[in-house]
């Protein structure tokens, strides 16, 4: 069964920086893309960024861009996110998902929050 | 700019057919994806590449699509079908969702 399961969510100050982990099993985590998807309280889904299967290829919404960088540890499973200059917009649910055939995402994690605020 | 537009609610009866539609430009050249979210929990696909259905998504949602316009319908739909559905597609390097459409069965 596949599973992904993120950590590292929580309250930091404007400005602060935070690390998000996504621990990934029951699949060959290094043969596909991956990537992490927000969604802010009462909103929306939002795309965040993308890393292809080596960590070669690196993709990002033009508002995180600079401030955040997606990484992997194919050795471990883990997919990673770190956020740098965080800002009161970013403030939302961090979604792992695998992606699948066309960009589709068939498996999602339950999501970590991440708060800010002073 | 790459958006994706969703009518923010639909509403249907239960038993009846429910269609959302998702429209934008990327969706021209790309295939679309569709996922499903319930309150609190997280989205589920759908379906994917347009008109594909997962393993274990009922036989009751279908996906079309064309030109810019991509349709998810949902026939003979039940009570267990209310939730927040939302379209995703790509455009060079940025992958983009829809806002959204809130499906009601009254």
Request: charged letters at 20%.
């Amino acid at each position: 069964e596949v599973q992904l399961v993120e950590s590292g969510g929580g309250l930091v100050h404007p400005g602060g920086s935070l690390r998000l982990s996504c621990a990934a099993s029951g699949f060959t985590f290094s043969r596909y893309y991956m990537s992490w998807v927000r969604q802010a309280p009462g909103k929306g889904l939002e795309w965040v960024a993308n890393m292809d299967q080596d960590g070669n290829e690196k993709h990002y919404v033009d508002s995180v861009k600079g401030r955040f960088i997606i990484s992997r540890d194919n050795a471990k499973n883990s997919l990673y996110l770190q956020m740098n200059s965080l800002r009161a917009e970013d403030a939302a649910v961090y979604y792992c998902t695998r992606v699948f055939d066309y960009n589709s995402r068939d498996h999602w994690g339950q999501g970590t929050l991440v708060t800010v605020s002073s | 700019s790459y958006g994706l537009t969703q009518p923010p609610s639909v509403s249907v009866s239960p038993g009846q057919t429910a269609s959302i539609t998702c429209s934008g430009d990327p969706l021209e050249d790309n295939y679309a994806s569709w996922y499903l979210q319930k309150p609190g929990q997280s989205p589920l696909l759908v379906i994917y590449e347009d008109s594909k259905r997962p393993s274990g998504i009922p036989g009751r949602f279908s996906g079309s699509s064309s030109g810019d316009t991509v349709t998810l319908t949902i026939s003979g739909t039940q009570a267990v079908d209310e939730a927040d559905y939302y379209c995703q597609t790509w455009d060079s390097d940025n992958v983009v969702f829809g806002g959204g459409t809130k499906l009601t069965v009254l």
